[in-house]
């Protein structure tokens, strides 16, 4: 499985035009489904967010998918499922955060999100949509946190309508650019890289400020 989800992220292109031509309108529903999923169950980081978006808008642009319809349902996705993730982590969250060993959740990720609330503070919820990982579960700990629900939706429209438009629009706009279509597997894993770098660098930064200053 693992593997297959490797191979669909790093062949974008290919696989959803696959979808296109087999299901046809269906698409949206699928596209809907799979960025819902990514930010709504905590269960499923792994799946493609920025990539998978980057894809769609570049297939909008040659005709194959309208890029309205894509920008609006995908926004709904992407608010509605970090809606959802909120609420399961306002109903469930505290027995995962104090149980490591609760299946499907990853103590790391749960203690890296928290890191980055306490930098940050409510923009998480902004600044996460643009780092994996951390966006499938910022909304969970919000929920399990104090923000209150008004709060955590201002920033959670925000976000969502943001991370879907630059990374839709950029890809509908530089998508087909010659070297861009030819090169697609590498501007995938440039627009990953880019994606975890903040994430990285708040890490090494973090272990750095943990070690024992030499006397």
């Known amino acids: 499985m693992i593997a297959q989800v490797i ?15 087999q299901y ?3 698409t949206y529903g699928i ?25 769609a808008g570049a297939f909008a642009a040659q005709g194959s998918l309208d890029v309205s319809v894509l920008f609006f349902l995908l926004g709904a996705a992407a608010v509605l499922g970090d809606t959802v993730n909120y609420w399961i982590g306002r109903f469930i969250g505290p027995k995962v955060f104090h149980d490591g060993k609760v ?13 980055f609330y306490e930098k940050y503070g409510g923009r ?11 966006r499938t579960f910022a909304p969970f700990v919000a929920g399990i946190g104090s923000m209150s629900y008004g709060r955590f939706m201002s920033y ?18 530089f998508g087909n650019i010659p070297s861009v279509k030819n090169n697609f597997t590498l501007v995938i894993l440039v627009i990953i890289l880019i994606s975890v770098l ?4 708040e890490i090494i930064r973090q272990r750095r400020a943990r070690r024992p200053a030499k006397s």
């Open 156 to 173: 959670n429209v925000f976000g969502g309508i943001g991370w879907i438009a630059v990374f839709l629009f950029a890809g509908y706009y």
């Open 31 to 55: 596209l809907f489904t799979i960025i819902f999923a990514e930010t709504g169950l905590v269960a499923t980081p792994f799946l493609p967010g920025d990539s998978l978006l980057f894809a």
């Open 198 to 201: 903040p994430a990285v660098v």
């Open 124 to 134: 998480t919820i902004i600044i996460a949509r643009f780092v994996p990982i951390i």
């Open 103 to 115: 299946r499907f959740f990853k103590q790391e990720y749960l203690e890296r999100t928290h890191q």
């Open 7 to 21: 191979d669909f992220i790093l062949h974008i292109d290919r696989h959803l035009n696959g979808l296109i031509q």
């Open 24 to 26: 046809g309108t269906w």
